[in-house]
Every structure is written in C-alpha cells, then in structure tokens.
C-alpha cells in the first residue's frame, strides 16, 4: 500500500505511468492522502502530536462512513449560536415592536379627553338648520296602496303562523305571512307571538296591534281571523301539535308556496308554518309587494295604549325642542349588555368587563362561542365595523357632524351596559338628551316597563316623527324604521347611516385634531344624505324601500289573481 501511494506521488513528480489506473473511491483516496500526511508529519512532528492526529482522523473517518455529520452538523451550530447570544447583554440586541392595526383599538376615550376643550369651544354650527344638502320642493313621489278591484273567493284553507324574535322580527313575520295568505287565498289566523328567551315578552298581537283595525284594512285583500274554526279543530283533536307544520328555508320563493304548500293546504285545510320570520324571498311579484306594503305601512297599527303615551312623548320632545322648531334628532343606540357580549369587542373595562360579558356570553348562546376551533378576533371585528358605537363614540361622531350641544336628541335603546360610566360623556356632550324613562312618569311607564316588544314600539313611534334619524347598528329596527319614514314623508326622510369601518380608524387616531375630525365627519354625513327617492332595488327589502311602482300597480296581472281550488 505505502509503494502505490509513493508510486502516486513519484507521477506527480513528474514520472509518466507506463499503464492508467482507474480513479479510485473517493473515501479510500482520501485516507490514503491523509495517512502519507501523517506519515510525514509524524517524521517532523513528534510522537504527541501525531497520536493526536492520528484519533482524531479515526473520529472524521467514522463519522464520514455512517454520513452522521449531517445530522450532527445542525447541532453543533446551533450550540454554538446559544454559547456565542449567551455571552452578548440582551440591553444591546434592538426590540421589535408590534403595533396594533389602526382601527383595532378603543382608544375614543383617550380622543375625547384629548379634544373636548376644542370641541367646547366650537359650538357655532348648527346641523338641524343645514342637514338637507338640498331643499325639499315636494311631492317628489307619493306613495299609495290601491285598493283591490276584485272580491275574494273561497279560501283554499287556514294558515296559522308562529312569529319568532323581538318586535320588528315579528313584524316581519306578519306582513309576509299576509303576503303569503293573500298570494295562496288562505285564511289567515291572527299570528302568534312566539316567548323567546332573550327578549322574555309574554305579549299577544293585540297587546301590540290594533287587532281590529288590522282585520278591518285588509278585509278586501286577506281574510283574517282571531281563531279556527271549530269544525276544523276537531280534526286535529283541538290540538295545534297535531297540525301538519312546514320547516321552510330562509328567504324561499313565492313559487316554493304555490308548488310545495298551496297542495297540502288544499289538502290539509289548517297548516302551521313555525318559525316564520324572513321565510320569504325579497324578490317578489309586484302582487306579493304590494300585500306586504298594504300590511306593514296600512294595516299595522300599534294598540291605542302605545299610541296615546308615544303622541303625548312626541309632544313632550317637540316642547324640548323650541330652540331649534321643534325639531329634534333620535339615535337608535345598541350597547345593551347582551349587544356588547354578542359583538365580542374589548372596550376600556379591563378585566371586569371581560369577565362579565364571557357569563353573559355564555347565559344567552351556551357554548356558541366556546366551541373547539373558534377564534374570536375583536381587532378584527372592530376594523371591520361590527362593534357596536358606544355613547361616547356617538356623542364625538354627532358633534363632529355639526350638531350643537343645545340640539334635543332622544335616544332609543335598552337598557345600557353600565350607563352610569358609558353615558356621562354622551350627556356631556348634549344635556338636552331624552330618553321614554326621562319624558315619562314612572305611572306612564308602569303598563310597559317589563315588556320590551311594548317599549321599543314605544321608541319607534317616536323615532318616526324626528327630524333626522340616526343609525349606529344596524338591525330590525331601523330596517323598518327607515322605510317607515320614507312612506310617511314622500321619501323625504334624513337618515345618518355612518361608515363604520372609518368610524374605527378616526377615533383610533392618536394625532388627529379637531379640526381635521370634523371636516371628515362632515363629509360623511354628506353621504348620508339620501332621501329614499331612489326606486328599490333588486333584493333589497320592501319594508325599507317602499316603492310606489309596486304599490300603485293597477291588479291587472295574473300574479295578482287570488288563487282557486281546482
């Protein structure tokens, strides 16, 4: 072996080989290099030193035979990486700050304290005088309901109806459930108010309705009854469970009850339909419209002990109101604990509030939002305008808008989540708010006070007759509310619906002044500056866009044609 390396090392000198020997394994080449290296070393080098080369070449060549420096390798720099960080001071390596997106923070506190010597010195503007960007000429179109031209038939049967969630859920249910009865000539029961947990109202239609007025408006449309018949009760052993009841999908086609239901009806004669609310399709033949406007705007009148405390509040708040003409400004505000919990946003109660709103979490939607896999994400939410504004945030928006702190503004809402901290800034802000339980004696307030769908139409009425309304959530109520005012007014209806998503970036604004808020805030309202007289849409809600082409509509067509037993 020593005379092939030699030999290898003499054609390197410069000697030709007489015969090419094949290249040899890599491996064996080099320890046959090393081992002449050593070899020469250990002449010049002494015996210590070569014995040392020696193990440590014994070492590499076993590592290399079983390829495991590629796992060792890593490891060795990663130990090499903790002792070279163990000996550096962490003062000198830099910190990385995260910074939160703007918008996911409630920071509006910290806004209003910041800017409310400028707010309070800016008290000149008044929006009430200059909230139309355009002058109301009239008569810009006047909605009506024509009157049927036909007599009605015999019914094919009896619809009996369950309305499900608060006051303008239900409300919803009613006048699809007269749509339906008048598109399929059914017999409609006067519905029934489905006891929900949340909103824990025991109340019956006429505890709400004008139960006679409704039956007298659409006697020439829809047959309605309190009851059925006992003929047909016995059929079912006067048990309503016995009755056939439909589960239908959400927001289903007028055909989907002409196909599926009108059968079993004519069949049947009393079907059941529970839960009802929004079983029925935006999208509907001018016909159907024109039922469901009859019964939301007509035919729905509240009881006569709601309307006579919500004329004698609209009176009181007009009185309030002498600086600017009786006019005066209504926000519907949802910052009721249960809308607070629900949202899942963090506002600025620490820990408490954390805690308190994770019970309520859990008393109202049990393991909704604990469930394995959900992740809530309130920054998130927040950035995405879904939290709710608090009264502080509606106090800025308003001010910001050109409302002056002497505007009369009655608030509807709940009960609101710890009122005493959340609403000090609002009424700061304005010191002419009023709410029912302010304008109200508590003897007034005692027929209604423990029946919420009573008092929210309560704060409907009222709101109805404002001069502006002001959206801050969304939901039911000003789903209705709008369109309602819409009606009333020939379109001519001033409805602040902000932009929510902005809302957030702006009052989580460390540097923004007053001046600049203002003139954004300004400028949204500007937006907000529709007066209804756009012709609905496709698929947007009637209730909301009460269209006098489907109202006005002569009863010529086909669809609007009582259907018959064959």
Known sequence: MQHHAYSRLGSF???????????????????????????????????????????????LAALLRRQAVFLFAPLLYVAAMLLYMGSISLDSVPRIISRPAPGSMYRSPQLYARLRPDMDADNATDALATVWRHAYKGGVWQPCI????????????????????????????????????????????????HYHSIWRDPSKFSDIYDEDHFVQ??????????????????????????????KIKAWSPIEYYKDVVLPKLIEERLIRISPFANRLSFDAPPAVQRMRCLANFEALKFSKPITTLSDTLISRMREKSTENNGKYVAVH?????????FSCCVFDGGDEEKTELDVARERGWRGKFTRPGRVIRPGAIRMNGKCPLSPLEVGLM???????????????????YKADKNMAPLLEMFPLLQTKETLASEEELAPFKNFSSRMAAIDY?????????????????????????RYLYGGHSKTIKPDKR????????????????????????SHSDAKGIQMKRANESIYTFPCPDCMCRPNKSEHSKPIQAR
């Open 13 to 59: 000198g410069g000697a030709a080989a007489a015969t090419p020997s094949p290249p040899s394994s890599p491996r064996r080449a080099w320890g046959r290099k090393a081992s002449l290296k050593g070899a020469g070393a250990g002449r010049g080098g002494g015996v210590g030193g070569g014995s040392m080369r020696r193990a440590a070449r014994a070492v």
């Open 333 to 341: 505000l949802r910052f009721e604990e249960d809308m607070v919990a």
């Open 461 to 485: 009425s009222v709101c109805v007759h404002s001069e502006v309304f002001v959206t801050t959530q969304g939901g039911n109520f000003p789903h209705f509310l709008v369109g309602h005012r």
């Open 146 to 193: 024509s009157n049927s031209t036909y007599g009605l038939p015999e019914p094919n049967g009896y619809i009996y109806v369950e309305a499900n969630g608060g006051l303008n859920q239900q409300r919803t249910s009613i006048c699809n459930a007269v749509a339906v009865a008048g598109f399929l000539n059914a017999t409609l029961i006067i519905p029934n108010f």
């Open 398 to 416: 308003l001010r910001g808008m050109g409302f002056s702190n002497n505007t009369s503004i009655y608030l509807a809402s709940g009960k609101i």
């Open 502 to 525: 902005r809302l957030a970036i702006l009052f989580d604004s460390p540097r923004i002044g007053w001046k600049s808020l203002k003139r954004q805030l300004l400028n949204m309202r």
């Open 217 to 246: 408006r659409l006697k020439n449309d829809v047959r309605v009854v309190d009851k059925v018949p006992e003929f047909i009760m016995e059929r079912f052993s006067h048990n309503m469970s016995n009755v056939f009841n439909f």
